[in-house]
């Protein structure tokens, strides 16, 4: 059964606290990417990467770091120095030209 | 940078009304376009995509949008709504880089529009 999951679904964390967001894809993909949401603001992209071993920053990317050491996995990890971490997130991956994007189920993270 | 302007934040219709939601985009070149949704308690899932030809593309669940370069829009409309297509959905831009088709590698979304639809 191919497709993206997160874990965990929910996450509780005392602020000043690192906290990493898994993320495990077994579609083959290329590229894969984090996002966050939240209301009123749509997706707003965090870090990306098209190939193991590199990643892009997106948009909104202080505060957050990744790595990309095996295709399938793309980890987040939410840092003490991002000011606002209480949010809800999403994972996806496409193909190299992003022909369309798949999402996983999110990890909704309370930061308190 | 590119950006993508939803028109509304929240639609309420009832059953069997028309839907159109409004898309508008900022990028000068070839772009490719999705409709995204998000049903409650479940993944984003792609409504449909445009990459090029026919501009008026259609998608799952009887949902078609158009493609009006002119106006850098892409509108999302379905002729009679059901209370299951209550949801969030989500325009998406993906700018081309070149004739080949090579992408920039990520999309832009907009804010989000909420569908209310009452029975």
């Known amino acids: 059964d191919g497709g993206i999951t997160q874990s965990p679904k929910y996450l509780f964390r005392k602020e000043g606290q690192n906290v990493t967001l898994s993320c495990e894809q077994n579609l083959n993909h290329d590229a894969m990417y984090w996002y966050r949401q939240d209301p009123g603001q749509g997706l707003r992209l965090i870090y990306y990467?098209?190939?193991?071993?590199?990643?892009q920053k997106g948009d909104i990317a202080e505060g957050y770091s990744v790595s990309r050491e095996k295709k399938e996995s793309f980890p987040l990890t939410v840092t003490s120095a991002q000011k606002n971490p209480t949010a809800f997130y999403l994972c996806?991956?496409?193909?190299?030209?992003?022909?369309?994007?798949?999402f996983g189920p999110g990890t909704r993270l309370t930061v308190t | 940078a590119q950006s993508v302007s939803q028109h509304n934040h929240h639609v309420i219709l009832s059953e069997a009304a028309s839907l159109e939601l409004g898309c508008n985009y900022s990028y000068g070149g070839t772009v490719n376009l999705f409709w995204y949704v998000q049903y409650p308690g479940q993944h984003l899932q792609l409504l449909l995509k445009?990459?090029?030809?026919?501009?008026l593309v259609k998608g799952i669940k009887g949902f078609e949008a158009e493609f009006i370069k002119s106006k850098f829009s892409f509108n999302l409309r379905k002729p009679s709504v059901q209370w299951s297509d209550t949801a969030e959905y989500f325009c998406?831009?993906?700018?081309?880089?070149?004739?080949?088709?090579?992408?920039?590698?990520?999309?832009?979304f907009g804010q989000g529009t909420i569908l209310t639809v009452h029975p």
């Open positions: 445009y990459f090029s030809g026919d501009p």
């Open positions: 998406a831009v993906n700018p081309i880089a070149n004739a080949g088709g090579t992408s920039y590698g990520k999309l832009t």
């Open positions: 990467s098209q190939i193991v071993n590199d990643f």
């Open positions: 996806a991956s496409s193909t190299w030209q992003v022909d369309e994007q798949y």
